[in-house]
DNA sequence: AAGAATGTTATGTA
DNA sequence: CTACATAACATTCT
């Protein structure tokens, strides 16, 4: 489920709910569910989203990495909460709600130096502050690979998944495999700041909608999953009405409107 | 109710 | 060394 605009969504999240106080941590059948009591009823100092990855930071610096993967999500439990299920890796509880973990990638516990290491791997996060577009811009500018591959590569821009490459190529009508080299720097920055406003409206919504509201006629909130896209999981194009082409490329599913976007 | 899914990494092969 | 393919892993939803 989650690109990069989820995982911010949570950190906001959990840090206006988790963030500052004593949290109780526990780790069922976690990967470090016998260190979970060093970090059980101390002070949450903060959480931190970095693309698709969460960071906890405790007292004394001790950090839990997440990553969500394909199937991991967050529940949020009021009181009287239940017993964590079987799935659950990571339980984080405050007096008021407790939220579990199930699903997740990676759920580890890590220093600062650990994560320095992750970071070093990633790209910008067109959703943090610290961003530099010119390091994505630059690597796509200069590389053969198709730009379908670019945007799915963490390294080359971090937090785009496989619905927001097949969604910001439509609206440039790019075809997927076009090299990244083809594109020229205005079209790379226009496709930059495409995919930073698509993450950030993410945000908003707390869902993917990449299809312009007053081209469906009908407000944002009124617009179905099944509606809320141009070209990914569509039989054919929102916008012409093609059938949709889909194909493996970097391992996932890419889909383009073969009108819409020629090579 | 089988199958698909908004992901990543390690390993094998060319 | 690069580049590609494949497998492995996580679980829920339709």
Request: hydrophobic residues 40%.
């Amino acid at each position: 489920m989650p690109e990069g605009h989820t995982i911010h969504r949570l950190a906001r999240d959990h840090t206006r709910d988790l963030a500052g106080r004593t949290v109780a941590v526990s780790s069922p059948q976690g990967r470090f569910a016998d260190r979970a009591a060093t970090l059980d009823g101390r002070v949450l100092r903060g959480v931190e989203a970095y693309g698709k990855h969460l960071f906890y930071r405790w007292e004394r610096d001790e950090l839990v990495h997440v990553h969500l993967g394909l199937f991991g999500k967050f529940r949020r439990h009021t009181l009287p909460w239940p017993e964590p299920k079987a799935t659950v890796r990571l339980r984080l509880a405050t007096d008021e709600l407790a939220v579990d973990l199930t699903g997740p990638t990676d759920c580890s516990l890590g220093t600062r130096v650990d994560r320095a290491r992750l970071l070093e791997r990633l790209g910008p996060d067109p959703l943090r502050a610290d961003a530099d577009p010119t390091l994505a811009i630059a690597r796509w500018c200069r590389s053969k690979a198709p730009i379908g591959k670019l945007l799915l590569d963490q390294s080359v821009i971090a937090g785009v998944g496989n619905v927001f490459r097949a969604e910001a190529l439509f609206v440039h009508g790019l075809h997927p495999e076009r090299p990244g080299r083809s594109l020229g720097d205005d079209l790379a920055a226009a496709l930059w700041v495409t995919i930073a406003a698509m993450l950030r409206q993410g945000v908003r919504d707390n869902r993917i909608v990449t299809v312009d509201p007053a081209e469906v006629g009908r407000p944002r909130s009124r617009i179905t999953r099944a509606d809320a896209t141009y070209v990914y999981r569509q039989d054919t194009c929102r916008r012409c009405a093609s059938p949709v082409r889909r194909w493996d490329l970097g391992g996932r599913w890419a889909y383009a409107c073969p009108s819409c976007q020629p090579l």
